[in-house]
């Protein structure tokens, strides 16, 4: 596998909590994905980052904030969780960006939200 | 913003037999069309890739078909195993560094 770490591997925490995800790799790789998966929804794009204090929005982003200080670090911030929020959460990363190379994934974040 | 349209939702296959999923894209200014697969409480893994110069790629009992005039591409997997049951997601450029998966395709291969 990939040099990435997620954590942690599963929580669960009440509505209205902030909630920090962390994703740590080792790959020195430039491009750095937050997905979740949802039954019905497949993969869904959280935000990326593109390098370090370089981020942009995916399809799914509202309620969510990344930050990214270093290379090897991405975080995925949920400022007041909501249920909807209940989803597994995978870290992804890539050297040249998803659609010209190879996107590894990590073992994903079960969160529940109650 | 892109669309990928994914189908069958779920596939029952006979071991030996041919599994057969099919995803149809929106527009796209970038020719790259990979292949996840993913295996229970794990994260998706690229299975193969095609970028459209070329109308079929084959890696072993696996092939991608695509078909740029209608945009659409399918996965064929020949001789279909037990250990092939997982879910398989197709994607499609949605932008210069990220992509649009489909929603997956649970398979099962039957023994």
């Known amino acids: 596998d990939a040099g990435i770490t997620q954590s942690p591997r599963h929580k669960v925490t009440e509505t209205g909590t902030p909630v920090t995800l962390r994703c740590h790799q080792t790959?020195?790789?430039?491009?750095m994905y937050w997905y979740r998966q949802d039954p019905g929804h497949g993969l869904r794009l959280i935000h990326y980052s593109y390098g370090v204090k370089d981020t942009d929005k995916g399809e799914v982003s509202d309620g969510y904030s990344v930050s990214r200080s270093k290379t090897e670090d991405f975080l995925l911030t949920l400022e007041s969780a909501t249920s909807s929020q209940t989803s597994v959460y995978f870290c992804a990363i890539s050297d040249h960006g998803t659609v010209n190379t190879e996107a590894f994934f990590g073992q994903g974040t079960r969160l529940t939200v109650v | 913003q892109q669309q990928v349209k994914q189908s069958p939702q779920s596939l029952i296959v006979q071991k030996g037999g041919i599994s057969i999923i099919n995803c149809a894209y929106e527009n796209t200014a970038f020719d790259y069309f990979p292949w996840y697969q993913q295996f229970p409480g794990k994260g998706p893994a690229l299975l193969i890739a095609i970028r459209p110069d070329v109308s079929e790629k084959k890696e072993g009992r696996f092939t991608i078909s695509f078909n740029k005039s209608a945009k659409q591409f399918s996965l064929h997997i020949m001789d279909s195993q037990p250990g092939d049951s997982a879910t398989y997601f197709c994607?499609?450029?949605?932008?210069?560094?990220?992509?649009?998966f489909g929603k997956g395709t649970m398979l099962l291969v039957s023994p």
């Open positions: 790959e020195n790789h430039r491009y």
């Open positions: 994607a499609a450029p949605s932008g210069y560094s990220t992509l649009t």
